[in-house]
């Protein structure tokens, strides 16, 4: 257990719907990322939270969003799920902002759309 | 725009010999350099870091060594075992303008016994 906990681990829905992926960061850290990894593919870097802010963005879509509450867990939202976003979708957390720390990374949600 | 390059995409080595994966990132403002190992289904950890004003480091059978100069860094494994089977994945950070880590595309390392 890394101490980074995600829900669900798999979900399987329609397209079109939307669905929320939780993200509980390991204890005492402040940062959280979000990374979208496709079959066979790279880390996708999608958003970043530190402590309830947005600090950073990378290729995520419109119809995603995403926000850091005050007890600092981190919800995904998608919207209008096409096939193309079924994903493994994994949260990492760090002490802080800023470089030189190194992420724990979460156990994933597999998202499938059919 | 912001890249890290990774090669081999795949490397395939016999059990006790060394395995070397390189990167190259392209922004000369990079201080971080984390690499992670993700075995099949799982997820990706942390195996070893370094800083830009370190040279190398070592972690027994693994080491990392960065050229700030040529923006390339190296991630070696010795003595290779059937366990290090795994894709590992290079990383470059920055700490201002913009904080984000952006990944290599990934080595699909196979180990043969």
């Known amino acids: 257990d890394s101490g980074v906990t995600q829900t669900p681990k798999h979900l399987i829905t329609a397209t079109g719907q939307r669905v929320t992926l939780r993200c509980s960061p390991r204890?005492?850290?402040?940062?959280v990322y979000w990374y979208q990894q496709s079959l066979d593919q790279g880390l996708q870097f999608l958003i970043q939270y530190y402590n309830g802010e947005e600090r950073a963005k990378g290729n995520i879509l419109e119809r995603f969003s995403a926000q850091q509450f005050p007890d600092l867990h981190s919800e995904l939202n998608l919207s209008s799920l096409e096939l193309g976003d079924s994903a493994l979708y994994f949260c990492?957390?760090?002490?802080?902002?800023?470089?030189?720390?190194?992420?724990?990374f979460g156990s994933g949600t597999r998202l499938t759309v059919v | 725009g912001e890249n890290v390059e990774q090669h081999p995409s795949t490397l395939s080595v016999q059990e006790g010999d060394s395995a070397v994966i390189k990167c190259t990132y392209s922004d000369s403002a990079s201080n971080y350099f984390p690499w992670y190992k993700q075995e099949l289904g799982k997820r990706p950890q942390l195996i070893i870091d370094?800083?830009?004003?370190?040279g190398e480091k070592k972690d027994q059978r693994i080491a990392v060594t960065l050229n700030k100069t040529a923006k390339h860094f190296s991630l070696h494994i010795t003595e290779t075992q059937p366990e290090d089977s795994a894709v590992y994945f290079c990383?470059?950070?920055?700490?201002?303008?913009?904080?984000?880590?952006?990944f290599g595309a990934g080595t699909r390392l196979f180990v043969k016994a």
């Open positions: 204890s005492g850290d402040l940062s």
């Open positions: 370094i800083r830009s004003n370190v």
């Open positions: 990383a470059a950070s920055k700490g201002t303008g913009g904080f984000k880590t952006i």
């Open positions: 990492a957390s760090s002490p802080r902002t800023g470089s030189g720390y190194g992420y724990t």
